[in-house]
């Protein structure tokens, strides 16, 4: 199932703009709290500078859930940062670690967790995501994408000579896993956070219904 929301404008926007810029994620969303008919983890998939952070914020602000950011979880694991431990032990190390604290989430109830944009390369971590919770895929264009980590000196892949064509590469390898193992799809564009919630939230919560 996709959710498309409104078209971005024309005009480009500050390289470092992100969804983060239309919402601030620290105020409640306005209007009644919302609620789904389950309690399964709401797990966020999608590029790095999808806005799965941001989003996952407003979203889990808007049902009452508690937000988990899977890098996050990793780091206060390892007591470093994620680019150290890409450092140190190389992605392959960094693959296996996040494999293993994905697994300890993924069985939490009542979440909603924000993956890394690589969580889905094993095979085992997307069977995991598949059936332990509703899979919801934050699409963005390349374009879209390098506008918001341009300035952002964290993610150690795009260390290179071309980002913009390193997030080509990793989106070419990439996408097709996200659409694999995702329940529901939204293009986030330049929609504003809100209004990307208020759009999703109906979705989730005929998730299961269709289900059933």
Do not use: W
Not at 27 to 34: S, Y
Not at 47 to 61: S, V
Not at 198 to 203: E, R, V, Y
């Amino acid at each position: 199932m996709n959710v498309t929301p409104t078209a971005c404008p024309d005009e480009d926007p500050a390289p470092d703009t992100d969804s983060a810029s239309l919402y601030d994620p620290c105020q409640p969303l306005p209007g009644p709290r919302a609620s789904l008919p389950y309690d399964l983890p709401i797990f966020l998939v999608g590029m790095m500078g999808a806005g799965k952070t941001t989003i996952g914020r407003g979203l889990a602000r808007a049902l009452g859930r508690e937000f988990v950011d899977l890098d996050h979880e990793l780091e206060a694991r390892c007591g470093v940062r994620v680019p150290v431990i890409f450092e140190i032990e190389g992605e392959e190390g960094f693959r296996k670690r996040e494999s293993a604290t994905l697994e300890r989430c993924a069985s939490r109830r009542n979440i909603v967790l924000a993956t890394g944009g690589g969580a889905i390369l094993a095979e085992g971590n997307r069977k995991l995501l598949r059936e332990q919770g509703v899979v919801v895929y934050l699409s963005a264009s390349v374009d879209e994408l390098f506008r918001r980590t341009a300035r952002d000196r964290n993610r150690p892949l795009l260390r290179t000579a071309d980002p913009r064509a390193t997030l080509r590469d990793l989106m070419q390898k990439r996408e097709p896993l996200y659409r694999e193992v995702a329940h529901l799809t939204v293009e986030t564009g330049c929609t504003p956070v809100y209004s990307l919630v208020k759009t999703l939230i109906p979705k989730l919560q005929a998730y299961e219904i269709k289900q059933a």
